[in-house]
């Protein structure tokens, strides 16, 4: 893997392997942004089961705030 270096005020690029630490570090970011994905999917998920227990009583996310709930 590589990574590009660009200097705004020269125009100048330059292109170079990552390092061991950059590499690790680009691994953590990886596995964190994955279970960033997890946790957003896992709240849609159950957002949509709620909204579906909520309908099948007749009853809108909306008419629960009314209730102030």
């Known amino acids: ?3 590009l270096i660009v200097n705004c005020e020269t125009g100048e690029t330059v292109e170079r392997e990552l390092n061991k630490a ?26 949509a089961a709620a909204e579906g227990k909520l309908a099948a009583l007749g009853l809108t996310t909306d008419d629960l705030r009314a209730l102030g709930l």
Do not use: R, V
């Open 22 to 47: 950059e590499k690790d570090q680009e691994k953590i970011d990886e596995a964190a942004i994955a279970i960033i994905q997890t946790k957003a999917e896992a709240k849609a998920t159950a957002t």
């Open 1 to 3: 893997m590589s990574k």
